[in-house]
């Protein structure tokens, strides 16, 4: 148990549908991420968000649109994905402080049919 | 930019046998250094971290790694392997301009009996 935790554990959702992923920590960190992980792929960065605000997008398509409302909560919000798209997405936080590490959850098993 | 090498896609070892995962490093700036471990359908655990201070640094379930700035390199070592170190390893990097961690591409560690 990392501290942080996403849910659900697995989702099953169609090209046309509209999902969200969740992503919570309550370890006092001020950074959070998304990262995406496909089968024979390195960890792809998705979103950074630091003391709230985006600061790094890594040409993600706006078909993944993330929220982060407070330090301690950061949603993925999904809407007309590819089956490309199916992935294991996972979520973690640090401290903004530059020398530590952080902590994932234990990700999203997402399959778009 | 920084970027992280993992030069062997998959390594099988016997068990009780003395395993090397390799990782290099490209950065023009100070990094930190980072391992991480994934088992089956789940999240990432760090195993260990170099920060500043001593190359050699231990971590969990036997690990260590040496940080080697000269040769740009942080590779993973176990003096004996146990069957449940079965799983996949990163290494990945964060500098002092950036806020998230960039990971290689992972080494699969297979331990047959």
């Known amino acids: 148990e990392t501290g942080v935790t996403q849910t659900p554990r697995h989702l099953v959702m169609g090209m046309t549908n509209k999902k969200s992923l969740k992503c919570e920590q309550h370890?006092?960190?001020?950074?959070m991420y998304w990262y995406k992980q496909s089968a024979k792929k390195p960890l792809e960065l998705m979103f950074v968000?630091?003391?709230?605000?985006?600061?790094e997008n890594n040409s993600v398509p706006s078909r993944f649109s993330p929220e982060c409302p407070n330090s301690s909560h950061l949603f993925l919000h999904l809407h007309t994905l590819q089956p490309e798209d199916s992935a294991l997405y996972l979520c973690?936080?640090?401290?903004?402080?530059?020398?530590?590490?952080?902590?994932f959850g234990q990700g999203t098993r997402l399959t778009v049919v | 930019a920084q970027s992280v090498t993992q030069l062997d896609s998959q390594v099988p070892v016997f068990e009780e046998a003395p395993v090397e995962l390799r990782c290099n490093y490209s950065?023009?700036?100070?990094?930190?250094l980072f391992w991480y471990v994934q088992y089956p359908n789940q999240g990432l655990q760090l195993l260990l971290k170099?920060?500043?201070?001593?190359?050699l640094v231990k971590g969990i379930n036997g690990f260590e790694a040496e940080f080697n700035k000269s040769q740009t390199s942080f590779h993973l070592r176990k003096p004996s392997v146990h069957i449940s170190d079965t799983a996949e390893y990163f290494c990945?990097?964060?500098?002092?301009?950036?806020?998230?961690?960039?990971f290689g591409k992972g080494t699969s560690l297979l331990v047959t009996p």
């Open positions: 370890l006092g960190h001020n950074a």
């Open positions: 973690a936080s640090a401290r903004a402080e530059l020398n530590t590490e952080a902590f």
């Open positions: 990945a990097v964060r500098t002092n301009s950036g806020y998230a961690l960039n």
């Open positions: 170099y920060l500043s201070g001593s190359t």
């Open positions: 968000y630091n003391f709230k605000e985006q600061t």
């Open positions: 950065s023009s700036v100070s990094v930190y």
